[in-house]
């Protein structure tokens, strides 16, 4: 080791700066932080090139004089507070003082700032850390902050920026949570010369959700309240059933700041869970008020990240008013239900009609499904009616070897089930090596409309159609993928889709990929696509929902063209759980198509989740249930 020696301001500023400021966004978000601090009523954000090249922070708020601007510039300046004791009472977005002077040591900083009543406002430029000028500057009250040329000093930290479209996006991304924390403010954030958003000061959150997020997102949305203490919890969330398909829309401020706060998370999502789909996410926007004393503010400079000192206590109140919130919406949801029944000329709500009103969601998601003959349908009824007389079709399915070894007997399929499922997280192509030969199943009836039975040679088979078809399916799908020729329909009408900043970019970056897999994407204005064609096994009305939760999934990094085989996994499974519906009473025909198709499958044995598709009794098992053991005994009952 070297001798030891202090570390110059510009060094010291340039590594604090690689802690602070990590990317555009991340000078936004403390330069925007400045300007609600100085009382800003007003804020504009300017950009260009995704902030790489230009950045314009704006407010109208305090100013400051040429003393407290020459001050700002210089390590551990602050005006918000004086000793670690005030860390306690923190208030204020800064106060370590490292903002300004590490962002002007990695780019090209301009500083103008104006105090009320004095004559003329103050300009110093520094470029490359060296101050280039101090001077005089006419401008209205407040500060103007303009950087070019953002890591020109650090090439390396430059390198490491992803796109213009990407930084652009986390620039809107975090310029929209200040909008949220603050509505009382008026914000404008324009991009390359383009508004991206201009919101004047709103008197309530919902309308600011609502200039941000579109008037009908603001709809879904129901008021949180909670007190416990010297607590509080205020917001707004998403109704039961109204989810999102990424955690991402889960936003959180901590006494107006936001903050990433696990606890905050995980009380959202366990306060939902049955009220929206498992996987999905809520849609809400929760703020905690909490004397700062409880709070460790103090755990990474740049990190949105927050520490309670009592998380039980914060996450009780949060998890109550949730539901609370939830509940009454339910019941005052049921109250509507029973005075619309109430209203029925000549009918009077008994509790048990209002209680037949509830099922009727789970028989109308046994949906008809596409493609499905007039005949088809027919022979459903047909089947339903005279369940007694079922004809015995014979399905003969041709024979298929998937292994040297021939054997005669139908492998035991569920001791199978585990290693399908090693097979399947290992990543391998999933192959049966268990030996099979074909032999004719002769279809005997159904049960439960569900499971298809057969008489085969050695005893009798019970198949799940359900799970044979997503089988079927999921195989057929990656095969598709894999060739890139995935079946598709142009739709008369294109369907258009707006999506926020990042999701808009991710979607933008991944069109080919999306094609490949059977949806044509094409970009239309600023955050806004069409879909002009897509897979033919997705319903229309379908479209929409599944698009974005594939793009909830690339934004989870679940889906991503550097690793293809998976992701084209990943999409087959999904598209099968959400197409797939429940068949009941298949038609012969289209029964023994869905066995060949079943048996042309690398692995017929196992269901997507590696479940059996399908299990046989031997006839031996049979006979042993009636106590008829190999030598034929009969038990005699006189
Ligand atoms: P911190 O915010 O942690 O105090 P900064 O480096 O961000 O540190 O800012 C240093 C000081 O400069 C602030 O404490 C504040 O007094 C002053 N300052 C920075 N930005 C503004 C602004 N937009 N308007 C008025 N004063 C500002
Ligand atoms: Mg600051």
Redesign the pocket.
């Known amino acids: 080791m070297g001798r030891i020696e202090v570390l110059s301001d510009q060094v010291a500023n340039q590594i604090a700066a690689g802690e602070v400021i990590e990317r555009p966004a991340s000078v936004v978000k ?1 330069l925007v ?2 300007c609600i ?1 100085a009382g800003a009523t007003q804020i504009e954000v300017e950009f260009k090139s995704g902030g790489k090249n230009y950045l314009r922070i704006e407010d109208n708020g305090c100013g400051m004089s040429r003393e407290d601007a020459l001050l700002s510039l210089q390590r551990h300046a602050t005006s918000k507070i004086r000793s670690a004791d005030d860390l306690d009472h923190v208030l204020t ?2 106060f ?1 003082g490292e ?2 002077p590490s962002i002007a040591s990695v780019s090209k900083f301009l500083l103008q700032t104006k105090e009320k009543g004095s004559e003329s406002g103050t300009e110093i430029l520094i470029d490359g850390g060296e101050r280039s000028h101090v001077r005089d500057c006419g401008m209205p009250t407040g500060t103007r902050i303009t950087i070019s040329n953002l890591f020109n000093t650090v090439p390396a930290r430059r390198k490491f920026l992803k796109t213009v479209a990407t930084e652009g996006a986390h620039i809107v991304q975090h310029t929209r949570l200040y909008a949220l924390a603050h509505p009382e403010v008026a914000f404008t954030l324009i991009d390359d010369g383009r508004i991206v958003f201009k919101t004047p000061a709103c008197n309530k959150l919902k309308d600011r959700i609502g200039e941000i997020f579109g008037k009908q997102a603001s709809k879904n949305l129901l008021d949180l309240e909670g007190k416990e203490g010297d607590l509080s919890i205020s917001g707004l969330i998403g109704k039961p059933g109204y989810s999102k398909s990424s955690r991402h829309e889960m936003f959180m401020f901590v006494n107006n700041r936001p903050v990433d706060s696990k606890t905050l998370a995980y009380a959202l999502i366990e306060s939902y869970h049955g009220h929206i789909p498992k996987g999905r996410y809520p849609f809400a926007f929760v703020f905690l008020n909490i004397p700062p004393a409880k709070l460790d503010v103090n755990v990474h400079p740049a990190k949105r990240e927050i520490r309670f000192r009592n998380e039980t206590q914060v996450r009780g109140l949060a998890v109550k008013a949730i539901l609370d919130t939830l509940r009454k919406s339910l019941a005052d949801q049921q109250k509507r239900i029973s005075i619309d029944v109430a209203s029925v000329p000549g009918e009077k709500p008994t509790p048990s009609k209002i209680k037949n009103l509830e099922p009727v969601a789970s028989v109308v998601s046994v949906k008809k499904k596409e493609g499905t003959t007039e005949e088809a349908v027919e022979s459903k009824t047909i089947a339903r009616k005279r369940i007694a007389v079922v004809p015995a079709a014979v399905a003969t399915i041709p024979g298929k070897k998937l292994s040297s070894k021939p054997s005669k007997s139908l492998p035991e399929v569920s001791s199978d089930k585990a290693k399908l499922e090693t097979d399947r997280k290992s990543g391998e192509p999933e192959k049966s090596k268990t030996e099979f030969q074909a032999v004719n199943w002769r279809h005997i009836g159904w049960a439960h409309s569900e499971y298809a039975l057969f008489e085969t040679k050695a005893g009798l088979v019970v198949l799940s159609v359900n799970a044979a078809q997503r089988r079927v399916m999921y195989e057929k799908l990656c095969k598709q993928f894999s060739d890139k020729s995935p079946e598709t329909q142009k739709l008369l009408l294109p369907v258009s889709m707006e999506f926020d900043p990042i999701s808009s970019s991710i979607l933008g970056d991944n069109l080919q990929f999306l094609k490949d897999h059977g949806f044509d994407v094409e970009p239309f204005g600023r955050n806004f696509y069409r879909v002009e064609s897509s897979p033919v096994w997705l319903p229309e009305n379908d479209l929409e929902d599944f698009v974005r939760e594939l793009v909830g999934l690339m934004r989870q990094g679940k889906l991503s063209s550097s690793k293809l085989e998976m992701a084209d996994r990943v999409i087959a499974e999904h598209a099968v759980l959400r197409s797939v519906q429940m068949e009941s009473n298949l038609p012969s025909i289209a029964l023994t198509r869905l066995l060949e198709d079943l048996f042309a499958c690398s692995n017929p044995l196992a269901d997507i989740d590696g479940c059996p598709t399908f299990f046989e009794l031997s006839k031996g098992e049979i006979k042993k249930r009636f106590h008829k053991s190999k030598g034929g005994n009969t038990q005699s009952f006189f």
């Open positions: 403390e932080e400045n601090d977005m800064g370590r903002a300004l």
